[in-house]
């Protein structure tokens, strides 16, 4: 099955300079990667979502670039703000059959001081 | 709408005893799924459906059943709790089980088996 592995585990940033997460994932069949915010006792919710046909894709702030050959993605959060603090996570869609299945890094904490 | 919901939002059991744990949706979605977090481990997928009558395994299913009589629900039961099942626990709905359909979470239930 699909292995994603997700660095760093914990990040801090002063306000307004930039983070970047970066994951790799094990199966090349994997078409699809969004990446998951969840704050201190919320759900996860997608802030952002690449599919294998597209190389970057950007959002205000957030974007988030895929390289299929070496099978990683990166987050990139610019002018980084203390409402950007939470785990963050990536995942890969294993698709099989009808179904889809995500498969989850471990997550990265992001703590933006000031 | 309210989306995914789903109780309780806290739960404390002894070894060995059985609780169910509900999910609903309104949003008329054919797929959901649980997960479960655990520190440092990510969400990993525990059981999944893609329709009423549908359900199929996801990477840490033992100790899980489910079922899906309709479309809206999916209860996950533990029917003899472990302490290594002490988890916070989300449901996830989404329109279809194909790669590319964001995934909504429920707010989660924390449950600790002593």
């Known amino acids: 099955g699909e292995n994603v592995e997700q660095h760093p585990s914990t990040l801090s940033v002063q306000e307004g300079d930039s983070a970047v997460i970066k994951c790799t994932y094990s199966?090349?069949?994997?078409?699809?990667f969004p990446w998951y915010k969840q704050e201190l006792g919320k759900r996860p919710q997608l802030i952002i979502d690449?599919?294998?046909?597209?190389g970057e894709k950007k959002d205000q702030r957030i974007a988030v670039t895929l390289n299929k050959t070496a099978k990683h993605f990166s987050l990139h959060i610019t002018e980084t703000q203390p409402e950007d603090s939470a785990v963050y996570f990536c995942?890969?869609?294993?698709?099989?059959?009808?179904?889809?299945?995500?498969?989850f890094g471990t997550g990265t904490r992001l703590q933006v001081t000031l | 709408n309210a989306g995914v919901t789903q109780t309780p939002k806290f739960q404390v059991l002894k070894t060995g005893q059985s609780m169910t744990l509900q999910c609903a949706q309104d949003?008329?979605?054919?797929?959901m799924s649980w997960y479960r977090q655990d520190p440092g481990m990510g969400l990993r997928l525990i059981h999944y459906?893609?329709?009423?009558?549908?359900?199929d395994q996801g990477e840490v299913p033992n100790g899980y059943n489910v079922s899906r009589s309709t479309t809206e629900d999916f209860p996950l039961r533990l029917l003899s709790a472990a302490p290594s099942q002490t988890s916070v626990y989300f449901c996830?709905?989404?329109?279809?089980?194909?790669?590319?359909?964001?995934?909504?979470f429920g707010p989660g239930t924390r449950l600790t088996v002593l």
């Open positions: 996830a709905s989404s329109p279809t089980g194909l790669a590319g359909n964001e995934q909504f």
């Open positions: 995942a890969a869609s294993e698709v099989g059959g009808t179904a889809s299945k995500l498969t």
């Open positions: 949003m008329n979605h054919e797929y």
């Open positions: 199966d090349s069949a994997s078409n699809y």
């Open positions: 459906s893609v329709g009423a009558g549908i359900t």
């Open positions: 690449i599919r294998s046909n597209v």
